[in-house]
Antibody, heavy 118, light 106 residues
Framework: EAQLVESGGGLVQPGGSLRLSCAAS????????MHWVRQAPGEGLVWVSR????????SYADDVKGRTSISRDNAKNTLYLHMESLRAEDTAVYYC???????????WGQGTLVIVSS | SYALTQPPSVSVSPGQTATISCSGE??????VAWYQQKPGQSPVAVLY???KRPSGISERFSGSNSGNTATLTISGTQFMDEAGYYC?????????FGGGTKLTVL
């Protein structure tokens, strides 16, 4: 069964940094683009970033550009999101998601909660 | 930046048809996907490419997309359909979600 499992969330102080991980299993990880999507408490879904199959092409939402880096290790079937200069408004559940053949998000993880607070 | 607009809430009686709209500039020129999210759960795709259903999704879910508006239609709405629904599209390598619509079945 295809599965995505995020980890690395937690409480971080404003201005701090964090690295989230997403372990993939049950499908050919290296054959798909991957994404991060976040959801602030009680709010809607917001796309954060995506990375190509080989890890050479990335794109970011304006809100996180310049302080966020997405990467992947296809040998470890793992997706990463490194975030710096964290702000209170970065507080959210962060989901990793697999892009399907038609640019939809066809598989989601359970999410990991990041709380930015002093 | 590109924006998708959804009504915050829609109410429907059981067995009736629910329609949820998603509007954006020239949205009909793009493909739209729809996601269902129940409280405490991760989103699940219910439609992609405007009107295609992933495996396992009920035939009660259908969609259309033309002009500036995409529509998700749920026929014979059931209590289990009560959830948040989000439209999603791509604009210049950036993915955009609508603000979400809370569907209440009462």
């Amino acid at each position: 069964e295809a599965q995505l499992v995020e980890s690395g969330g937690g409480l971080v102080q404003p201005g701090g940094s964090l690295r989230l991980s997403c372990a993939a299993s049950g499908f050919s990880f290296s054959g798909f683009w991957m994404h991060w999507v976040r959801q602030a408490p009680g709010e809607g879904l917001v796309w954060v970033s995506r990375i190509s199959m080989d890890g050479n092409s990335m794109s970011y939402a304006d809100d996180v550009k310049g302080r966020t880096s997405i990467s992947r290790d296809n040998a470890k079937n793992t997706l990463y999101l490194h975030m710096e200069s964290l702000r209170a408004e970065d507080t959210a559940v962060y989901y990793c998601a697999k892009e399907g053949y038609f640019e939809e998000f066809d598989l989601w993880g359970q999410g990991t909660l990041v709380i930015v607070s002093s | 930046s590109y924006a998708l607009t959804q009504p915050p809430s829609v109410s429907v009686s059981p067995g009736q048809t629910a329609t949820i709209s998603c509007s954006g500039e020239k949205l009909g020129d793009k493909y739209v996907a729809w996601y269902q999210q129940k409280p405490g759960q991760s989103p699940v795709a219910v439609l992609y490419q405007d009107n295609k259903r992933p495996s396992g999704i009920s035939e009660r879910f259908s969609g259309s997309n033309s002009g500036n508006t995409a529509t998700l239609t749920i026929s014979g709405t059931q209590f289990m359909d009560e959830a948040g629904y989000y439209c999603q599209a791509w604009d210049s390598n950036i993915s955009v979600f609508g603000g979400g619509t809370k569907l209440t079945v009462l």
